[in-house]
């Protein structure tokens, strides 16, 4: 990519590293440990009276550092449905979240429709 003058040339596999380094994992443990403790401090619990289990799972299989947080529950579907546990600790942990938006679909189709319509 040239502009200015300038040659930005981009290297994968330094990307790659970088993705998966201790510095960037260190960053989505402090995150999801963030969203653990607010979900714990809400104090939700399950219909026997324990407290709403979550979990953090790394994720090690894909080509960067990931953690998933998790209700490992049955009562979690519910809870997230009805309470938005997950949902509202991400956003309070400083993340964007981009949930399930039934009419997004819908806004997608219509941008590609325009988008076809300008090209004829």
Not at 8 to 30: C, M, N, S, T, Y
């Amino acid at each position: 990519m040239a502009r200015n003058g300038v040659r930005v040339v981009l290297d994968p596999e330094g990307i790659k590293e970088v993705l998966r380094g201790p510095e960037v994992r260190a960053q989505l443990d402090a995150v999801a440990e963030e969203m653990v403790a607010l979900i714990r401090a809400r104090g939700l619990r399950t219909r026997d009276g324990r407290p709403l289990p979550v979990e953090i799972i790394a994720e090690d299989s894909t080509d960067r550092a990931a953690v998933t947080v998790a209700i490992p529950h049955p009562a979690g579907v519910g809870m997230e449905a009805r309470h938005g546990v997950l949902r509202q600790a991400a956003q309070a942990a400083g993340l964007t979240v981009i949930g399930l938006d039934p009419h997004r679909k819908a806004r997608t189709q219509s941008r590609k429709k325009r988008r076809k319509k300008r090209k004829r």
